[in-house]
């Protein structure tokens, strides 16, 4: 159920435990009590929204679930760990989507579901913002202060048509093109690009542009600007970023390759947000940006 493909369905599949099913599922209860599964989040983090999907589940699916959530930063839960309700008991629905918004500013690093009594869900994801302690992170050594797993938020683009911005984020190279972020083809003028909040204020060192498996899609270059955004809404970002200063000048790019910028950065100090251009148009694998962590500024 933690498989970051869609579910699917196999007409007339069967194993020794019955038809086989694309996710987790349970024996059927005879007894007392419920069935429940324990989730090492990939990141601590606070949780915005939880999806229980039951997709193809329909005469087997569990009648409700809750949500549960602790913080255990050095190993796993026990029989002594506290467990937080952050999502109360909800009726399910076979064959459904259950997409619940959340209201906490907890930090979870794990997660039990509850389904009452059994039964099968086929996806469970889970929606928030990484956290990090960045007082014990060195000061003086650099970071990827773009990682998703370091907070770093993709905010909006111009378009995503072939794969989705916050791709280009995530950690590891690219598995393939789909695992990336790539736009249309362009018919008219202009050129695309993609904003980036850092996980935290810093000051950029170097640049990677990755255009891994894009070969005839890769843009022909790129260029970033970025500032220290102070106040605001994510919904503003757009109309801001048309003001920030040029941090990388325009530069060209290649299919397939890691290119990495360093000398050709301008010195515009720390910064909270990055817009990366592409021109006109293409497919991008991974954005790095590695530097220092700065202070962060107390809003005016």
């Given at each position: 159920?933690?498989q970051?493909?869609?579910?699917?369905?196999?007409e007339?599949?069967?194993?020794?435990?019955g038809?086989?099913m694309?996710?987790?599922e349970?024996?059927?209860?005879?007894?007392a009590g419920?069935?429940?599964a324990?989730?090492r989040?990939?990141v601590?983090g606070?949780?915005?929204?939880?999806?229980?999907?039951?997709r193809?589940?329909?005469?087997?699916y569990?009648?409700?679930?809750s949500?549960?959530?602790?913080?255990?930063?050095?190993g796993?839960p026990?029989?002594?760990?506290c467990?937080?309700?952050?999502?109360?008991?909800?009726?399910?629905?076979g064959?459904?989507?259950?997409?619940?918004?959340?209201e906490?500013s907890?930090?979870w690093?794990?997660?039990?579901?509850?389904?009452y009594?059994?039964?099968?869900?086929?996806?469970?994801r889970?929606?928030?913002?990484?956290?990090?302690?960045?007082?014990?992170h060195?000061?003086?050594?650099?970071?990827?202060?773009?990682?998703?797993?370091n907070?770093?938020?993709a905010?909006?683009?111009?378009d995503?048509?072939?794969g989705?911005?916050?791709?280009?984020?995530?950690?590891?190279?690219?598995?393939n093109?789909?695992?990336g972020?790539?736009?249309?083809?362009?018919?008219?003028?202009?050129?695309?690009?993609?904003?980036?909040?850092?996980?935290?204020?810093?000051?950029?060192?170097?640049?990677?542009?990755?255009?891994?498996?894009f070969?005839?899609?890769?843009?022909?270059?790129?260029?970033?600007?970025?500032a220290?955004v102070?106040?605001?809404?994510d919904?503003?970002?757009e109309?801001?970023?048309?003001y920030?200063?040029?941090l990388l000048?325009?530069?060209?790019?290649?299919?397939?390759?890691?290119?990495?910028?360093e000398?050709?950065l301008?010195?515009i100090g720390?910064?909270?947000?990055v817009?990366?251009?592409?021109?006109?148009?293409g497919?991008?694998s991974?954005?790095?940006?590695l530097?220092?962590?700065?202070?962060v500024?107390?809003a005016?």
């Amino acid at each position: 159920m933690l498989q970051p493909t869609e579910p699917v369905w196999k007409e007339g599949v069967y194993d020794d435990n019955g038809k086989w099913m694309d996710g987790w599922e349970s024996r059927r209860k005879r007894g007392a009590g419920h069935d429940h599964a324990v989730i090492r989040l990939g990141v601590a983090g606070t949780i915005r929204a939880i999806d229980i999907d039951t997709r193809y589940f329909t005469g087997n699916y569990p009648p409700s679930a809750s949500v549960e959530a602790c913080y255990c930063p050095d190993g796993d839960p026990d029989t002594n760990t506290c467990w937080t309700e952050i999502l109360p008991s909800l009726s399910l629905q076979g064959n459904s989507q259950h997409l619940h918004e959340l209201e906490n500013s907890g930090v979870w690093s794990h997660l039990r579901l509850n389904i009452y009594p059994d039964g099968g869900i086929a996806r469970l994801r889970v929606y928030g913002i990484p956290y990090r302690d960045w007082s014990t992170h060195p000061k003086q050594q650099p970071i990827d202060l773009a990682s998703a797993l370091n907070g770093g938020r993709a905010l909006a683009c111009s378009d995503q048509h072939y794969g989705h911005m916050g791709n280009i984020l995530n950690p590891g190279r690219g598995a393939n093109m789909g695992d990336g972020w790539e736009t249309a083809r362009r018919r008219t003028p202009g050129f695309d690009w993609v904003i980036v909040a850092l996980g935290h204020p810093g000051l950029i060192q170097q640049v990677i542009v990755d255009t891994h498996h894009f070969k005839g899609n890769f843009p022909d270059s790129c260029s970033i600007l970025a500032a220290y955004v102070n106040g605001g809404t994510d919904e503003q970002i757009e109309a801001q970023s048309l003001y920030w200063q040029e941090l990388l000048p325009a530069q060209k790019l290649t299919m397939d390759a890691e290119h990495r910028f360093e000398a050709e950065l301008n010195d515009i100090g720390p910064v909270t947000h990055v817009r990366l251009n592409i021109f006109p148009d293409g497919g991008v694998s991974r954005l790095r940006l590695l530097g220092l962590i700065a202070p962060v500024a107390t809003a005016k």
